[in-house]
């Protein structure tokens, strides 16, 4: 059966600190993974990964993939209240043409001033 | 561009009960889906639809259908609601893969 692990479940820290989110997939046919941040609304996206060890960053938010160990960590330096928010992971797979996307049951941060 | 729009935001209904869920989009993306995301359980596919008159199921399709005659509309029905529907629901569209997904507002919808 497909699926994507997300841990932890909940984490609450203090604004300055680091986290870092988990997401673990079983999949056939992998193709991508992607990191979407939801805030009460659609989520938005964050990254896209396809390739074992190459970090993507975008200002305090960095993710890296290890396709061997089929995981995934999100990365979120000095903390900010407006980072509070849910963190979902998803993979996609498949071998059509656009494939398919399973979602992990998120990761909710709440980030305390 | 509207981008991706979803009527109505909320509503509610009781048990038995029939509605449809509208999504629209103007972007001419071919590949559309609609998700469902219930607390702790992330988002999942219900259905999902490659082109106008072309649509399949996804993870949890039971108790709803669809149909795409449109590139721009993708309307999900429920032709008998239980409250185990209760959610708040997602459709988004993509030009290619569902990598770059574009996401509706979405519906929350409460089943009594």
């Known amino acids: 059966e497909d699926k994507v692990v997300q841990s932890p479940l909940s984490l609450v820290v203090h604004e300055g600190d680091t986290v870092t989110l988990n997401c673990s997939y079983e999949?056939?046919?992998?193709?991508?993974l992607l990191w979407y941040k939801q805030e009460k609304k659609a989520p938005t996206f964050l990254f896209m990964l396809?390739?074992?060890?190459i970090e993507k960053k975008s200002g305090r938010l960095s993710s890296i993939l290890d396709k061997k160990e089929l995981f995934s960590i999100l990365n979120i330096t000095a903390t900010q209240t407006g980072d509070s928010a849910v963190y979902l992971c998803a993979v996609v797979y498949g071998s059509s043409n656009t494939g398919k996307l399973i979602f992990g049951q998120g990761t909710t941060l709440q980030v305390k001033p | 561009n509207a981008g991706v729009t979803q009527t109505p935001k909320f509503q509610v209904l009781k048990t038995g009960q029939s509605m449809t869920l509208q999504c629209a989009q103007d972007m001419n993306h071919e590949y559309m889906s609609w998700y469902r995301q219930d607390p702790g359980m992330g988002l999942r596919l219900i259905h999902y639809?490659?082109?106008?008159?072309?649509?399949d199921q996804g993870e949890v399709p039971n108790g709803y259908n669809v149909s795409r005659s449109t590139t721009e509309d993708f309307p999900l029905r429920l032709l008998s609601a239980a409250p185990s529907q209760t959610s708040v629901y997602f459709c988004?569209?993509?030009?290619?893969?569902?990598?770059?997904?574009?996401f509706g507002p979405g519906t929350r919808l409460l089943v009594l």
């Open positions: 999949v056939t046919n992998f193709r991508s």
């Open positions: 396809t390739s074992s060890g």
């Open positions: 639809s490659v082109g106008a008159g072309i649509t």
């Open positions: 988004a569209s993509t030009p290619t893969g569902v990598e770059t997904q574009y």
